[in-house]
């Protein structure tokens, strides 16, 4: 059965495929970044009731599934989430590199998909990510 999540009144389950990449998809998500990053997102996710179930982070991007209630929209988290994040970049790296400076660190747009019933198969793309881009 399906695990549906609770508003006033509302009943929803909302997931989303999420993918978005730094400025120029520069290599730029491994080391020290990689490590804090995951961190980063589901603390921010948690910030607006949202909860990322599967995330993977490659060197070029960030995929993530994440369950979004109704009442915000898609572009308002990921615009939050990645605004926020890159704030959190330039202060935690400020002056180790160049290119960690706020809003300048993600690309403008990103790539949204809804999951409805294939979340399973969605979730085991995203697991396997590392796997997907040597073939």
Same mark, same amino acid.
């Given at each position: 059965? $399906?695990?549906?999540?609770?508003?006033?009144?509302? #009943?929803?389950?909302?997931?989303?495929?999420?993918?978005?990449?730094? *400025?120029? #998809? $520069?290599?730029?998500?491994? =080391?020290?970044?990689? #490590?804090?990053?995951?961190?980063?997102?589901?603390?921010?996710?948690? @910030?607006?009731?949202?909860?990322?179930?599967?995330?993977?982070?490659?060197?070029?991007?960030?995929?993530?599934?994440?369950?979004?209630?109704?009442?915000?929209?898609?572009?308002?988290?990921? =615009?939050?989430? *990645?605004? *926020?994040?890159?704030?959190?970049?330039? @202060? @935690? &790296?400020?002056?180790?590199?160049?290119? &960690?400076?706020?809003?300048? &660190?993600?690309?403008? =747009?990103? &790539?949204?998909?809804?999951?409805?019933?294939?979340?399973?198969?969605? #979730?085991?793309?995203?697991?396997?990510?590392?796997?997907?881009?040597?073939?």
């Amino acid at each position: 059965m $399906r695990d549906y999540k609770s508003l006033t009144r509302t #009943r929803w389950d909302c997931k989303y495929h999420v993918v978005f990449i730094p *400025k120029r #998809r $520069r290599k730029l998500i491994y =080391g020290d970044l990689r #490590r804090i990053l995951g961190d980063v997102f589901h603390e921010l996710a948690g @910030r607006r009731e949202c909860k990322i179930v599967e995330g993977h982070l490659m060197p070029d991007h960030v995929h993530m599934c994440i369950s979004i209630p109704p009442k915000y929209s898609v572009s308002n988290v990921v =615009g939050y989430m *990645k605004g *926020k994040s890159a704030i959190a970049i330039a @202060r @935690r &790296f400020k002056g180790k590199q160049r290119n &960690f400076s706020g809003e300048h &660190f993600w690309a403008r =747009g990103y &790539f949204v998909s809804t999951i409805g019933l294939d979340e399973e198969m969605v #979730r085991e793309y995203i697991r396997n990510q590392e796997q997907e881009d040597v073939h």
